[in-house]
């Protein structure tokens, strides 16, 4: 009886440290995804607070361009405005930088070349801090100081054992994740190009059945201006000599 209490309270115990890691992963750093509507003409900034010794990881790509080109202006200034990475009309990009001073950075999409076309924008913004995903990595390659510990004790470092092994696999499933939406990114930017090729295709057949309809019937109308012998056409024919 003894055994099955304290098997009960061993699992109870990785249970409750378990839920305890999903919290403490989610501060570690931030992750955020997000669509964006930039009008033509215009120009869209978002903002987000780095502290010093984090790095950003910034993606963009353009999945809608209107009826114009899959291109957008991009630039990430710093918190007094000097600007860090730039890009001039490029359909997607990657960006990483090593943040030095604390405070709001700036990602502005530029659209003020276009003036007719609406872009749509799909980006990720990742903040971590350097040494945060391996921290769990360091603390496998301890050394085996076993000798001495209490059960206590022993109890206790298996259990953030099991806490940084957790901490591994929920980090491998969010960038599973991240790569998920990528492709998902990628394939609605597929969609929407073959959707506006499908549409500039069916107004070009339109355009030339009715210009095919208009030739014929101007043809029909001058054959019979001709062979008619009192209408108005048919003096005009004899005037110019048909």
């Known amino acids: 009886m ?8 061993t699992w109870l115990g990785l249970v409750a440290a378990a839920s305890m890691l999903w919290p403490m992963a989610l501060v570690n750093g931030f992750d955020k995804e997000m669509t964006v509507y930039v009008e033509a003409g215009k120009k ?3 903002y987000h607070t780095v502290k010093v010794g984090e790095t950003i990881d910034f993606e963009y790509q353009v999945i ?12 990430l ?6 600007v860090i990475v730039s890009d001039y009309k490029k359909p997607e990009n990657l960006h990483q930088h090593q943040v030095q001073k604390d405070g709001d950075y700036r990602f502005c ?3 003020s070349f276009s003036m007719f076309n609406r872009k749509t924008v799909f980006f990720e913004l990742i903040v971590e801090r350097e040494g945060d995903q391996h921290h769990g990595d360091e603390q496998w390659k301890e050394v085996n ?3 001495g510990l209490t059960p206590d004790e ?3 470092m298996k259990v953030q054992d099991i806490m940084d092994f957790i901490g591994r696999i929920r980090m491998q499933l969010t960038k599973a994740r991240q790569l998920q939406d990528l492709l998902r990114s990628h394939e609605a930017r597929d969609r929407n190009l073959a959707e506006a090729n499908f549409q500039k295709v069916n107004n070009w057949s339109l355009l030339q059945i009715s210009a095919m309809i208009g030739v014929g019937l101007i043809q029909v109308f001058m054959l019979r201006s001709i062979f008619e012998t009192h209408g108005r056409m048919h003096h005009f024919w004899r005037k110019l000599g048909i």
């Not at 003894?2 to 309270?9: D, E, F, G, I, S």
């Not at 200034?77 to 000097?82: H, V």
């Open 2 to 9: 003894a055994q099955v209490k304290k098997t009960c309270l």
């Open 145 to 147: 100081e076993l000798t």
């Open 77 to 82: 200034l710093d918190p007094i405005g000097l």
């Open 44 to 46: 869209e900034c978002l």
């Open 64 to 75: 809608d361009g209107g009826h114009g080109d899959l291109d957008i202006s991009f630039a």
């Open 109 to 111: 999409f530029d659209n």
């Open 154 to 156: 022993y109890y206790d």
